[in-house]
């Protein structure tokens, strides 16, 4: 099964306008985190924010939010604000605690390409 | 400047030959990955390692190679019994091996094409 499924391929968004890219985990361990990553096309992965399981609120850093909802199982990553340069592809990824199944390791969605449209 | 340096950037390899990929780190991170991309995918791992002298299998180790005699490098062996080797190869390392915290710092990736 997969533990992290973003079901958005590409998405498109105006300059300035906020964009939610979409992610859902799968995990039986009370403990993980999850991360967000940009890779732009020249191949860099780019560390943007960071949710803990037990986190009482919404991590942001400066234009990302990460909008967690642990009951569905879902960390979508909040772009306010679109610039050009957010056109790149994102990635969400989760880590497990010692009772996981994958535990030691950051597993990696499939992506999401964002577009930014001036 | 602290960060993970991989070598080649592009590397160009016949079939039926080794190749091996260098990563170097000097974050002082315990552990380090190994990470394969395809073209329009996501991540997959290939091996980590959470201490010298030590490292597992990550969920597509087949044909590849690894070893950790230093903190510093983990250089990936991309041997001949890998059938598809063509890919962006990315190394990473994090300041805690266990745990949920710690993101990953990657470096810049190596291009391998098989010819």
Known sequence: AQ???QTQ???FVQEKEAVTLDCTYDTSDPSY???WYKQPSSGEMIFLIYQGSYDQQNATEGRYSLNFQKARKSANLVISASQLGD?????????????????????????TILTVHP | DGGITQSPKYLFRKEGQNV????????NHD????????????L????YSQIVNDFQKGDIAEGYSVSREKKESFPLTVTSAQKN??????????????????????????????L
């Open chain 2, 44 to 47: 997959r791992l290939i091996y």
């Open chain 1, 33 to 35: 985190g999850l991360f």
């Open chain 2, 20 to 27: 091996t990929l260098s990563c170097e780190q000097n974050l």
């Open chain 1, 9 to 11: 391929p590409g998405m």
């Open chain 2, 31 to 42: 552990a380090m990955y190994w990470y394969r991309q395809d073209p329009g995918q996501g």
């Open chain 1, 87 to 111: 056109s790149a592809m994102y990635f969400c990824a989760m880590r497990e605690g010692a009772g996981g199944t994958s535990y030691g390791k950051l597993t990696f969605g499939q992506g």
């Open chain 2, 85 to 114: 080797p063509t890919a962006f190869y990315l190394c990473a390392s994090s300041i805690v091996s266990t745990g949920v915290t710690g993101e990953l710092f990657f470096g810049e990736g190596s291009r391998l094409t098989v």
């Open chain 1, 3 to 5: 533990k992290i499924t």
